[in-house]
């Protein structure tokens, strides 16, 4: 080895090499060191408190409810009202309905008092034959008005054609008080359902306007047409049978 200057050791090329080694050598113990104190250093340092999710409220608009629809108010009718409360169904229950039934009689005059059944065509015929006859012995011409047609064409008992008035003159001009007036034997034939004519025996007794006494007793054929519901008698025709 050489010797020094100046009292230093000489710098040879040996110990220069053995310097660069050294280098190095601790150049790769120099990086771990470093990255072992960076490790050490990131775990004592407190982790970084999580930032704080800030939490965002979303205001839900609500929905736009459709207005309100307005009540429609029905007024009960009095049926309505009478069907829901249970006092007026109870008293609807109680009071039983009348069914008014028009009888052909009661359509043939309107004096007649109603039967309250209905009654067949042939029924009917000598119902409104028998008012006729008592009609007669009251002097009543209103009821038998009721039941003559206008166009009605008739032959009395004398051999006179008589028309409505003609025929319903005659009997306002009568002066006769009867006892008994009625009729006997009465026979209809229907022909069709508006058609009838009614042959009988017609007997009254009494006493005339001159104070006598009489007992007659006539034969007739009556025709008779429904019309709207109401018998009318559009021809007759009467004879004497027998005359005390």
Known sequence: ?????????AFTPTSQKNIHMKLITSLPSL???LFVSSVLAQEESPSPMPEEETSTTIEE???????????????????????QSPAA???????????????PTA??????APTGKKMSPQAALKDSENRWAAAI?????ATIEAMVAPDFIGVNQKG??????????????DKDTYTSAKNEKLDVKMYGSGVGVVVGTYREKGTGKDGKAFDHAMRFTDTWMDRGGQWQCIASHVMTVSQK
């Not at 609500?62 to 009478?82: C, F, N, Q």
């Open 1 to 9: 080895m050489e010797a020094s200057v100046l009292g230093r050791p």
């Open 31 to 33: 990086i771990a060191l």
């Open 61 to 83: 608009t609500p929905a736009p409810t459709a207005p309100p629809t307005p009540e429609t108010k029905t007024s009960a009718s009095p049926a309505t009202t009478a069907e």
């Open 89 to 103: 169904t109870a008293t609807k229950k109680e009071q039983p309905t009348t069914e008014k039934k028009t009888s």
């Open 107 to 112: 359509a043939v005059s309107p004096s007649a």
């Open 137 to 141: 012995a009251k002097h009543d011409v």
């Open 160 to 173: 006179k054609v008589q028309n409505r008035r003609g025929m319903l003159g005659e009997m306002k001009a």
